[in-house]
T-cell receptor
Framework: NAGVMQNPRHLVRRRGQEARLRCSPM?????VYWYRQLPEEGLKFMVY????????ESGMPKERFSAEFPKEGPSILRIQQVVRGDSAAYFC??????????????FGSGTRLTVV | AQKVTQAQTEISVVEKEDVTLDCVYE???????LFWYKQPPSGELVFLIR??????QNEISGRYSWNFQKSTSSFNFTITASQVVDSAVYFC????????????FGTGTSLTVIP
């Protein structure tokens, strides 16, 4: 019974390239959340998605960042034209229903993005 | 405004000492949930405990205990007889019934247990 799977674990991109981060939720979970952890900071909410829908993207930067969770396949967090300030750990979490933050959802191990 | 404050940035203790990590939260909701997560050096986030706003009973789990006090808006975490394996960053988090599915995390407390 695999947990939340994120890949890659580490990703290095040059400035201006695109970064694609993947998250496969736990089996049976149809709700996905993305958080960003900047160096020496706590995690900050980015976006909450249900299959084929973005429910809350209030924490997403207005430009260059997008997220999707298609009917089939993993959720993708996409960062276009990366800059050094995008270097961070990106965590994904999943829940079976809409009450994820009430119950405490399960986090993946994160993707560490380094922009050089 | 910061909803969750962890004033202690770094703490060092000698093995077998007790240590308390402080967490103060701020919310206008009457229904909310508090959590502690551990982030060891390997980087993953490990769930430790969940508390809802209607349950102020303190909880003990082995060497871990939590003290929830609504009067002071605090949810402190104590490790008794600390061990080297307890070295990690510990995050306190809040979720509110009114704001949906988002966690508000504190900035974390880095605990180092010295052998």
């Amino acid at each position: 019974n695999a947990g939340v799977m994120q890949n890659p674990r580490h990703l290095v991109r040059r400035r201006g390239q695109e970064a694609r981060l993947r998250c496969s939720p736990m089996k049976g979970h149809s709700h996905v959340y993305w958080y960003r952890q900047l160096p020496e900071e706590g995690l900050k909410f980015m976006v909450y998605l249900q299959k084929e829908n973005i429910i809350d993207e209030s924490g997403m930067p207005k430009e260059r960042f997008s997220a999707e969770f298609p009917k089939e396949g993993p959720s993708i967090l996409r960062i276009q034209q990366v800059v050094r300030g995008d270097s961070a750990a990106y965590f994904c979490a999943s829940s079976p229903g809409r009450q994820g933050a009430r119950d405490g959802y399960t986090f993946g191990s994160g993707t560490r993005l380094t922009v050089v | 405004a910061q909803k969750v404050t962890q004033a202690q940035t770094e703490i060092s203790v000698v093995e077998k000492e007790d240590v308390t990590l402080d967490c103060v939260y701020e919310t206008r909701d009457t229904t909310y949930y508090l959590f502690w997560y551990k982030q060891p050096p390997s980087g993953e986030l490990v769930f430790l405990i969940r508390r809802n706003s209607f349950d102020e009973q303190n909880e003990i789990s082995g060497r871990y205990s939590w003290n929830f006090q609504k009067s002071t808006s605090s949810f402190n975490f104590t490790i008794t007889a600390s061990q080297v394996v307890d070295s990690a960053v510990y995050f306190c988090a809040l979720s509110e019934a009114s704001t949906g599915n988002q966690f508000y995390f504190g900035t974390g407390t880095s605990l180092t247990v010295i052998p």
